[in-house]
């Protein structure tokens, strides 16, 4: 087997995406998190290429835009989009120092399910059977749309009746043996749909857009290739009749799952892929050892990683470049964005946006981690708070029914119920810092900028303005004023003031001390 090597990969992304009908270039869509585009090159990346180059023409600054900055990789834009082969010499002419005998590969912009195991398999069969050209084709039950495979004819068992009718006559009457057959005859040529013959256009054998190119036969091709069909482009499909008219050697590999070829060209089919990326991702992670208890529930986007023994359960979303360590568990209802849930941690009914959950801790149900929250090991934030740039200690407890922002909180401290870090002066945000060991009375107000030290306590209800020291009491309450007998002089016939005269008389006959004191009613 030859270990061959990619010295480029070209991927094509000019076109308009007009049945998207969206402002959005087709290729900048997302499915499980990433662009169609970002699926494509990610799919393409193990196999070496140390340049690539997006072909960009419709929304071309968003697509830039969209990959600028990564190593190795560039936009040359085709100004009109002659066509799939001129797209390609457009993208040539910028891929320097490119040798004869390189090889480059062609992609689309709008195929996601392509793997990496596809393409190395097509890249594989081109350096074993030395070919000029190969190209990735798939069996389908309808190619409407599709350029069709051309195949010689086949030297395996067929209808003897047909032998001597054209290739695609032949092929024309075919059923699935037959097409299983066409698949071992050498490929002829591709024929697009609006320049097929009916009998051609029977094949169910479809090009996938998909190629590798030895890059002298494809230079020499593309520098005679016509616009004389029916859409008036310089088709790169034909660079495939021409190089086997040349005598070279052109090789095809049928995808083992057709399914992998389809490219996205409206919300349905959008969403088709994000349906069989979704089956994908959630069978891989389950065979490499996660537990997800209903995958049909579960989103997993492209870029989350797992370790074995994690647990996901129901309607949960993964997204962006989320982790899940050991004995992590997650769900149910859960959305975690690029957050790392750490080993034997949980999250439960919450929504956790760029945060960090450290081992051991536990948050939920109901909370809403902002971006920047950190939760120390075995710390916990429960039910009803929210947080923001909150750097939590060790063994520190949230336990419920706060807003704790703009925060650094040191080990085992306790924030109480209700509590608010006021971070905002309504101009700029401020941080509170708070020490290890702390008691935060319930509903204390912080208002930012304030340091309460090491050990300190807040009563119940404190605004604390000012620094606390470490081992203080800070209290801010008023005295507390009881008006007796006001609500039955004020709220008259009320149930309250009923009540409140139900319970004066129970204790007044129970503290009644002697029959001959009079009772005093007032
Ligand atoms: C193409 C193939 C067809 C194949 C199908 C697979 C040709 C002539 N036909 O047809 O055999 O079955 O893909 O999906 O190649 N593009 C440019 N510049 C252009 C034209 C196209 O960048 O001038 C890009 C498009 O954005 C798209 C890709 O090339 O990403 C394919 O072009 P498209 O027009 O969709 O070709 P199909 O008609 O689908
Ligand atoms: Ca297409």
């Known amino acids: 087997m030859t270990q061959a090597r990619l010295s480029a990969a070209i991927v094509l992304a000019a076109g308009a995406g007009t049945r998207m009908r969206s402002a959005t270039p087709k290729v900048l869509h997302r499915v499980a998190g990433r662009t169609l585009l970002d699926h494509v090159l990610a799919a393409a990346a193990p196999l070496g290429a140390s340049h690539s180059v997006v072909v960009v023409g419709h929304g071309r600054e968003a697509v830039a835009a969209s990959v600028e900055g990564r190593p190795g990789l560039r936009t040359v834009v085709q100004d009109r989009q002659a066509g799939t082969g001129h797209a390609v010499r457009v993208a040539l002419g910028v891929l320097e120092g490119l040798r004869p005998a390189d090889l480059v590969?062609?992609?689309?912009?709008?195929?996601?399910?392509?793997?990496?195991?596809?393409?190395?398999?097509?890249?594989?069969?081109?350096?074993?059977?030395?070919?000029?050209?190969?190209?990735?084709?798939?069996?389908?039950?309808?190619?409407?749309?599709?350029?069709?495979?051309?195949?010689?004819?086949?030297?395996?068992?067929?209808?003897?009746?047909?032998?001597?009718?054209?290739?695609?006559?032949?092929?024309?009457?075919a059923g699935q043996d037959w097409d299983r057959a066409a698949a071992a005859g050498s490929v002829r040529a591709v024929v697009e749909q609006r320049d097929a013959d009916p009998a051609t256009a029977a094949i169910r054998e479809i090009n996938a857009g998909v190629y590798v190119f030895t890059v002298g036969a494809l230079r020499s091709a593309l520098g005679r290739l016509t616009t004389d069909?029916?859409?008036?482009?310089?088709?790169?499909?034909?660079?495939?009749?021409?190089?086997?008219?040349?005598?070279?050697?052109?090789?095809?590999?049928?995808?083992?799952?057709?399914?992998?070829?389809?490219?996205?060209?409206?919300?349905?089919?959008?969403?088709?892929?994000?349906?069989?990326?979704?089956?994908?991702?959630?069978?891989?992670?389950?065979?490499?050892?996660?537990?997800?208890?209903?995958?049909?529930?579960?989103?997993?986007d492209a870029d989350v990683t797992f370790e074995p023994d994690s647990t996901v359960l129901p309607n949960t979303h993964l997204r962006g470049a989320t982790h899940l360590a050991t004995g992590s568990v997650v769900g149910p209802d859960t959305t975690l964005t690029d957050t790392t849930v750490e080993a034997e941690a949980f999250v439960e009914r919450s929504t956790v946006t760029q945060s960090w959950i450290g081992p051991g801790a536990g948050v939920g149900p109901y909370a809403h981690l902002r971006p920047g929250t950190r939760l120390g090991a075995n710390g916990r934030i429960g039910a009803y708070v929210e947080t923001k740039a909150a750097e939590i200690g060790a063994g520190t407890k949230v336990p419920h029914l706060a807003y704790v922002g703009d925060a650094t909180i040191g080990e085992r401290s306790n924030i109480g119920c209700s509590t608010v870090f006021a971070n905002y002066d309504g101009v700029h945000k401020h941080r509170t810092v708070i020490g290890s060991d702390v008691k935060i009375g319930s509903d204390t107000v912080l208002i930012a900028p304030v340091v309460v030290g090491d050990g300190a306590y807040t009563g119940a209800g404190a605004i604390i303005k000012q620094d606390l020291p470490p081992g203080a009491l800070g209290i801010t309450e008023g005295r507390q004023r009881t008006i007796e007998g006001w609500v039955e002089r004020s709220r008259p016939g009320t149930a309250a003031a009923l009540a409140a005269r139900r319970a004066q008389e129970t204790s007044a006959t129970k503290e009644a001390p002697a029959a001959s004191e009079p009772l005093t009613m007032n």
Do not use: K
């Not at 409407?144 to 054209?166: E, F, K, L, N, S």
């Not at 859409?231 to 799952?257: C, F, K, M, N, R």
């Open 105 to 173: 590969a062609v992609l689309p912009g709008d195929t996601p399910l392509l793997t990496s195991a596809t393409l190395a398999a097509l890249l594989r069969l081109h350096a074993d059977s030395r070919a000029a050209a190969s190209l990735l084709t798939a069996l389908v039950d309808d190619p409407t749309g599709y350029g069709r495979i051309v195949r010689a004819q086949a030297t395996v068992a067929r209808p003897r009746a047909q032998t001597d009718a054209p290739a695609s006559e032949v092929q024309a009457t």
């Open 229 to 300: 069909n029916a859409q008036g482009e310089e088709y790169l499909t034909d660079v495939i009749g021409l190089l086997v008219t040349d005598g070279e050697t052109v090789s095809a590999h049928v995808a083992p799952d057709a399914a992998e070829t389809a490219g996205v060209n409206d919300r349905v089919q959008l969403a088709a892929a994000g349906a069989a990326l979704r089956v994908r991702l959630a069978r891989a992670a389950m065979l490499a050892g996660t537990t997800i208890v209903d995958p049909a529930t579960t989103w997993i």
